[in-house]
């Protein structure tokens, strides 16, 4: 340490080879073998000898044994992938050796529990469609809007206040969401103050307040998109004489569309995974939903109530359950494949 | 004499209809965008109110002394606060060293033209978005493979939500190591610090207050979530407090959701007061998160 200071020459020489190597404790390098011995000539080191010591690495097993774990944390993250693929597929071979692909994928019934059972995932697949668009439908407009507001208009001092604010939207728990959606939005608002027809669950009242769980995600990758769009090009447009309205929807917008896909996108496949707030408020009866006024049973939230019986290892029940986290799980990873796949591709590298 | 040629111009250029930051268009557009912040911080505030309103009349001290019971005057929340307690502490002891182990590999030491470390990479942003159900589903085949009848353990419990918010916690102490400076660790390296000694006196200690603040946030996200733990047989009457690892256990928002599904209407105000504590609760972590962002974090 002490020699290195008081050599300059041999620091400045060690420098970029020591911090390209990434791996190896202390590298090795031929130029610095003279510069070591040099700096031991001038300075008394502590060690026995120093030229060795700048030369050649010192064993440092706790080191090796640090870096192994290090790695091993990041091959973890793969291990769960493979984990989650391995638990949903074994069973789901199980109860595809019962119940034929074709009638689960396509089938309207889905009655698991009865004693003249249906598998048809439809009803389900049309439930969860049902909230996911309106979802979308209250969460694109609303985020989008904030978005340009937050990155186009807002002074940094009222970012500050506001950012806070809608990031808390994102943490209220989902089974909170649920309830607020079931007791006042369904049962105060639909049914009471606008005598809508409708029972104790809809999927609207689910859908509405899935839309605004999903506003910040939404709203904060595309504020983050938009802010990415170099302030050069807004001043272009303003030199070309458009006010902050039309630089918004025809500069920064369209620089910025591919961050705003991969947030909606995102925001699909959050609305899509959401279990609590449809397993509260959508109902838990499984059938078509053709209004937005019904109920209906979503994927999740037939794997909510699934999960409520206590269904034994290994029976078709326990199965069905896996079969239908698959589907879930295909559906999301599709989506989220999707979402990265545009960032990376249509990223604009300013 | 330019600038009066000059100003006539600009002057018709602002007051035209079409292009001026005051015509009617742009106002409207400005008021939109208003509107959809507004709506999303109403939302937020009815939210807040409603719950208040609703839970306020059972928000007392039984709530958090009582056990859970059949009629709804002598029910708490006791068991389910404790258990939450429980289950998250395991949580952030094991997702927190975890990922924060996997993230300086990745983000210091791992060489990125390396194919294996792009996938490491692009699985991590897609664990992420990943449901949390199916979390659930992991953790209860992992018992099942285990041969673990009474799946409900504080442990298992755990080890679904370390494993959701694993993602999260790699995503935020990436970050906050991309944001200390590459001088940093150059100095300690000029010095002849080894990149291992490097990255645990300089880096990470510099990094702290960021990953400190993303921790936070992902166990709140942890505390709030119901649905891996619904599958792992959390949604149980527990009538004694959790005391180990291996103790049966629910947590707030379960009880919560357990009481929403009751038919009577004093169930739905003890489940809106202790949706009032679990919100306190949150509301409270993310402000120590922003205060923590806000204090420590260094602008270097």
Do not use: C
């Amino acid at each position: 340490m002490v020699d290195n200071l008081t050599a300059p020459p041999a620091a400045a020489a060690t420098t970029p080879a020591v911090a390209e190597a990434t791996e190896l404790p202390v590298p090795a390098t031929p130029t610095t073998a003279g510069a070591g011995g040099s700096v031991a000539g001038h300075v008394p080191a502590p060690r026995s000898n120093p030229a060795q010591s700048l030369t050649t690495a010192v064993r440092r097993p706790g080191e090796l044994v640090a870096g192994w774990l290090l790695r091993l944390a990041a091959w973890l993250t793969i291990a769960i992938t493979v984990g989650i693929v391995i638990a949903l597929i074994v069973p789901s071979i199980e109860f595809f050796t019962q119940v034929s692909p074709f009638e689960f994928l396509f089938g309207t019934r889905w009655a698991p529990r009865f004693a003249d059972a249906s598998f048809g995932v439809i009803p389900l697949v049309t439930a969860t469609a049902w909230t996911t668009m309106i979802a979308l439908l209250t969460a694109v407009p609303i985020g989008l809007g904030t978005a340009v507001l937050l990155s186009e208009y807002a002074k940094p001092g009222i970012r500050k206040v506001l950012k806070p604010i809608l990031e808390v939207l994102a943490g209220v728990p989902t089974v909170v969401y649920g309830l607020f959606a079931l007791e006042f939005v369904q049962s105060t608002v639909f049914r009471d103050w606008l005598n809508l027809p409708t029972g104790s669950f809809s999927v609207l009242a689910a859908g509405l307040v899935m839309g605004v769980m999903i506003v910040p995600t939404v709203a904060s990758l595309s504020e983050d998109a938009m802010s990415a769009v170099p302030n050069s090009m807004r001043q272009g447009s303003a030199a070309l004489g458009a006010n902050r309205m039309q630089t918004s929807i025809r500069v920064v917008f369209p620089a910025a569309l591919s961050g705003i896909v991969a947030a909606v996108v995102l925001g699909i496949s959050r609305a899509v995974g959401e279990t609590m707030i449809v397993a509260i408020a959508a109902g838990g009866q499984a059938r078509i939903v053709t209004g937005a006024l019904e109920q209906g049973q979503t994927m999740t939230g037939f794997i909510a109530n699934a999960a409520l019986g206590d269904s034994r290892v290994g029976s078709l029940e326990y199965d069905t359950l896996f079969a239908v986290g698959l589907l879930l799980f295909a559906i999301t990873l599709t989506i989220n494949v999707i979402a990265i796949r545009i960032v990376r591709r249509f990223r604009e590298a300013y | 004499m330019t600038s009066t040629t000059v100003r006539p111009l600009t002057a018709s250029l602002h007051n035209r209809a079409e292009g001026g930051e005051q015509s009617p268009k742009a106002m409207i557009f400005l008021i939109v965008l208003w509107a959809a912040m507004f709506i999303a911080i109403g939302v937020l505030l009815v939210l807040i109110v409603t719950t208040l309103v609703n839970g306020a009349a059972r928000l007392d001290l039984r709530l958090f002394t009582e056990y859970p019971a059949s009629s709804p005057a002598r029910a708490g929340a006791r068991p389910a606060i404790l258990g939450s307690i429980w289950v998250i502490a395991t949580t952030a002891v094991l997702a927190i060293p975890l990922g924060v182990a996997a993230a300086v590999q990745l983000e210091e030491f791992a060489d990125k033209t390396k194919r294996i470390n792009r996938i490491i990479e692009l699985n991590v942003q897609n664990l992420a978005a990943i449901p949390s159900v199916v979390y659930g589903l992991l953790a209860l085949a992992l018992l099942t493979v285990l041969g673990v009848q009474n799946k409900n353990l504080v442990i298992a419990g755990a080890t679904a939500l370390s494993l959701l918010i694993l993602p999260v916690i790699i995503i935020a102490t990436r970050e906050a190591l991309r944001s200390v400076p590459a001088e940093i660790r150059e100095g300690s390296l000029a010095l002849g610090a080894t990149p291992m000694q490097t990255m645990w006196r300089q880096t990470l200690p510099s990094a702290v207050p960021g990953i400190a603040t993303g921790a936070i946030l992902a166990l709140s996200r942890a505390l709030g979530e119901a649905a891996p733990l619904l599958l792992l047989g959390a949604l149980v009457f527990v009538s004694y407090d959790p005391n180990g690892l291996l103790s049966g256990y629910t947590t707030l928002p379960i009880q919560i959701f357990n009481w929403t599904g009751r038919p009577q209407e004093e169930f739905r105000v003890l489940a809106a007061a202790a949706s009032i504590v679990l919100l306190a609760l949150l509301l409270a972590m993310n402000a120590l998160a922003i205060y923590i962002r806000n204090r420590f974090q260094r602008r270097w």
